[in-house]
């Protein structure tokens, strides 16, 4: 059986659905350890969220994300778990270019390729 | 109120929200930003980023499931996430331009007619066999599965339904929210595509749009840790039970939930356009 055949519409759906669950997963663990820390240290504390100050610059940039997470910092670890989820549905688009493209689908390529580029403009676009 | 309890509060809040979400295709937002902002008294920019986490969360959640059972159509969902990608785009440019309380009344006086629409069942056409030769092209007509077996439909209107979805991600760049409710709608009212396959597939396409939003609100520190944590939690689990639900449930009594919602949401959107406030 060559790769076309493999790589049928159910088979692709497998995947994805295997991709996004690995996502969720993987991000829920993340956040549910880094709230443990969290509700450890800051549980006791009254919550203050009527008033934005909006977050820390650490916790706002993805290199600050990281460096808080890896000095096991809950709200770091929290926020990195967030990055996860937030990745999930972009590496499914990303993913589904490669799929399309083993099942030689030009027209989905071309699709999903379009939809990926509108999605990595406007997240650069926010960053400025 | 202490963080442990507020924590608590959040995270059964958002497992409602993460159930009634996945089981109708239009993410947590309707419960959990009223929640949040009216009965917890919270912010409305740290509302507005728990609640973009609460719709990646639905949407990645519940969509596993309905992709592998062979709900969701993931080639309607990619071809219409251009039109909902782009419309996103030029809502939030237009954002700056354009008095966003107007807009909210206009879109609940819509949903409202939307939800008596939807919640009765589509009437059979005469031509609800004939598929648009486009969504042949672009090989949108599939099956899905129901209790008396695999069931095939064909998709119609599709310009029609691409120009809806292009107005749907107008909406969302706009509001910030309502954008499933509108998914759902095109598909099922103007492509004719089964109830299951439309609230299933807008549940795939949303977190999308959502992720796309979230990388900018995070960069404008509206994403909370503290609070986006128990959304999260909360939502990921209900999003679970709601796919569980779906798989069984009769489109009937999901027309009818879905009718309910986006009455609920309809209010919300007319209060908004009103008084200012969510």
């Known amino acids: 059986m060559n790769s076309v055949q493999k790589w049928t519409d159910p088979y692709v759906e497998e995947l994805i659905g295997s991709l996004l669950q690995t996502g969720v997963i993987l991000a829920s663990a993340v956040v549910l350890f880094g709230g443990s820390i969290y509700l450890v240290r800051h549980g006791l504390a009254a919550p203050q969220y009527h008033v934005f100050v909006g977050e820390p610059t650490d916790l706002r940039t993805i290199s600050g994300i990281v460096r808080d997470a890896l000095n096991l910092r809950g709200r770091g670890i929290i926020q990195l778990g967030l990055l996860l989820l937030i990745a999930t549905p972009i590496a499914r688009v990303a993913f589904s270019v490669a799929a399309f493209a083993i099942q030689r689908d030009r027209l989905y390529v071309a699709i999903t390729l379009i939809v990926l580029a509108i999605l990595l403009y406007s997240m650069m676009s926010g960053q400025g | ?278």
């Not at chain 2, 331009?97 to 056409?125: D, H, M, N, Q, W």
């Not at chain 2, 992720?211 to 999003?239: E, H, K, T, W």
């Not at chain 2, 679970?240 to 009818?256: F, N």
């Open chain 2, 1 to 278: 109120m202490n963080i442990i309890e507020f924590t608590i509060v959040v995270w059964a809040a958002s497992l409602l929200a993460g159930f009634l979400g996945s089981l109708t295709g239009l993410g947590g937002g309707i419960i959990i930003t009223p929640v949040l902002t009216l009965a917890l008294g919270v912010d409305i920019r740290y509302a507005i980023g728990a609640t973009l986490v609460s719709v990646i969360a639905t949407s990645s959640g519940a969509a596993a499931a309905y992709v592998r059972e062979g709900f969701s159509n993931i080639r309607i969902g990619m071809f219409l996430e251009i039109a909902t990608t782009s419309g996103a785009v030029a809502g939030a440019l237009l954002a700056a331009k354009i008095p966003t309380g107007a807009i909210s009344l206009i879109f609940g006086l819509v949903l409202l007619y939307s939800a008596y629409a939807s919640s009765r069942p589509r009437r059979e056409r005469a031509d609800d066999h004939r598929p648009d030769p486009l969504a042949t092209r672009l090989r949108m007509n599939g099956s899905f599965p129901t209790p008396d077996g695999t069931r095939s439909y064909c998709v119609q209107h599709v310009p029609a339904g691409f120009s809806m979805m292009f107005g749907a991600g107008i909406l969302s760049g706009l509001l910030g929210i309502g954008s499933g409710a509108v998914k759902v709608i095109a598909m099922d009212q103007v492509m004719g595509i089964p109830f299951k396959v439309s609230t299933t597939t807008s549940n795939f396409m949303i977190g999308v749009t959502a992720a796309a939003s979230a990388g900018v609100y995070l960069g404008r520190g509206y994403i909370d840790p503290g609070l986006a944590m128990p959304v999260m939690l909360g939502v990921v689990v209900g999003s679970l039970l709601g796919a569980r639900v779906l798989t069984h449930a009769k489109t009937h009594w999901l027309r009818i939930v879905f009718g309910l919602v986006i009455s609920i949401m309809a209010m919300e959107m007319i209060y908004h356009g009103l008084t200012g406030k969510f």
